[in-house]
């Protein structure tokens, strides 16, 4: 089985920093760990909640703490720093290679839309963003890893883009029409939700948009784990 | 201007983990970093000391640490873990946005090469591995970003393939003739150079390869940043 992860990250228009901050990570234990965080407002002082969050759970999971106790641990932590002043999003995706299963920690109202044998789910349950009380929880699923799976997660850009001009997405029909039409790859379904939401924006998005697509294949794989990185770069940025 | 970074990794035949261990990690002012740690020996024993490596510096990198700071405390820290008896090969490519420089920094006897305009350059200035005494520096090469460099580090698994068979690969010479073929994308070079590697040991690789691989573009950049990783997934692993 292969299991490919796919990341389209843009900035608000006219920013030259996003407040979205996005790691992978390999599990000490064997698998990675994508975490996303969306911190509160946008440019310089969303950057550093979103990093300060980010950062900390990637400590965590490299120390081998459980995806669920580094979100709460991010949580106290940003509550602490910032007096409960300051929320951010959190959300962590992980194959883990212990119990083989797809970890999916959510405290971020936008939903995780999970796709298995052309059926949608969301993952909805109310979730709240860390850092504004003591009591935070995350919202926690797991499932063991199958071939055939497609996940999407993004953060509140990709939902709020169109909302100047009245045309909002609707993010669950954008992707049913996207699997219907062929086998994208998860580039493929990262890149048409973000243009979809960039064109609502004329191109000019309102917020950082940042969107994962997860999927597996049954395909036997050639042993070699893949990565690549792709960064616009202007001199002077 | 377009940076793509490209990697590809395989295990040592019939050890289910690696002793390379790479992340890629946003840099708190802009840009990234990869860093790639081989620890001594393999198996188990290896991975622990290239994470333990690979996390020092990742988490010095996220405080705003400079790269070759950070290098020599992860070889002090190393010395003072395992008191001088294991080594570590380090390697750390970083696009930095404040100076708009490409930095490589090696404690790691391999060569990084460097292509511009048709012209390979060799960067292979002696260099030590990790861990091993108290005055360990790392060999700094640092140059302004521009359009068409293509740049390769690796770990020693790939210069040591084929050892078995006699056969080695001139890591220059493949890449110069890759080079020389088309225009590659950088996960076609390191895939090629990785598979050369793998055929010299009857795809049973003698030790863990890593490869990376990095081009600038002169092409227009949409302003997305874009990741991609791709995972072989066996349960039972």
Redesign the interface.
């Known amino acids: ?11 608000k228009y006219a920013t030259s ?1 996003s407040g979205d ?6 599990r ?1 234990n ?3 760990s994508v975490v996303l965080a969306d911190g509160q407002t946008s440019g310089r002082g969303a950057k550093a909640v979103s ?1 300060l969050v980010v ?1 900390k759970v990637i ?1 965590l999971l ?1 120390d081998g703490v459980r995806d669920g106790a580094a979100a709460r641990a991010a949580s106290d932590y940003l509550f602490t720093e910032r007096k409960g002043k300051v929320s951010a999003t959190l959300n962590i995706l992980s ?1 883990d ?1 212990v119990t ?1 299963t797809l970890v999916i920690t959510r405290n971020n109202p936008a939903p995780v839309i999970l796709a298995r044998k052309g059926k949608l789910d969301c993952l909805a349950s109310e979730s709240t963003p860390l850092g504004t009380n003591r009591n935070i929880r995350p919202s926690i699923t797991e499932m063991p ?1 199958e071939a055939g799976m497609t996940l999407v997660m993004y953060t509140d850009g990709l939902v709020h883009a169109g909302e100047r001009s009245g045309h909002q997405m609707d993010v669950c029909e954008t992707l049913q029409a996207l699997l219907e039409d062929e086998d994208p790859s ?2 493929a379904i ?2 048409s939700l ?1 243009n979809t939401a960039m064109r609502l924006d004329d191109n000019r998005p309102s917020d950082d948009i940042s969107v994962v697509a997860l999927k ?1 294949t049954a395909a036997e ?17």
């Open positions: 089985m292969n299991i490919q992860i796919a990341v389209s990250k843009t900035n920093e901050t996005l790691e992978v990570i390999e000490p064997g698998g990675v990093i950062r400590s490299a194959i290679l083989n890893v998860p580039q990262a890149d973000l597996t794989s050639d042993g070699v784990r893949r990565m690549t990185v792709s960064l616009p770069f202007s001199p002077g940025d």
